[in-house]
């Protein structure tokens, strides 16, 4: 596993030739209680992540930590994208690389975005 966001980008271009899939975890600035991190699901989000990155030896992107978040948009401290904003990230992400590092996509971008809204 490489944490990309930690890793120098020599070190990123070498771990690609060698194994070119990336782990990209979405969280969330939103409530979670009176006792709890505004940015619980980015933790945890992040920490699963890492988790599969490191069992499947996969390039760890940092965790993109803004969602849609609109049921909780009236607590102080929410912060939230529109959908079509969360879609633009993951689809501006996976395109740019997959050009740039000549990446073979596993599935269709198109299918992943559409199932990703539930």
């Keep these: 596993m490489l944490d990309a966001a930690t890793a120098a980008w020599p070190e990123v271009q070498e771990f690609l030739a060698r194994r070119p899939v990336a782990v990209l975890a979405f969280g969330a600035q939103e409530e979670h209680g009176p006792h709890a991190p505004l940015q619980t699901d980015t933790l945890l989000a992040g920490a699963l992540a890492r988790r599969i990155a490191t069992e499947m030896d996969l390039l760890l992107l940092p965790p993109v930590p803004y969602g849609e978040t609109w049921s909780t948009s009236g607590y102080p401290g929410t912060l939230s994208l529109s959908f079509a904003t969360v879609q633009a990230i993951l689809a ?3 395109m740019f690389e997959d050009h ?6 596993s599935f269709s971008i198109a299918e992943a975005l559409a199932s990703f809204r539930t």
């Design 92 to 94: 501006g992400v996976w």
């Design 100 to 105: 740039r590092q000549g990446w073979e996509p």
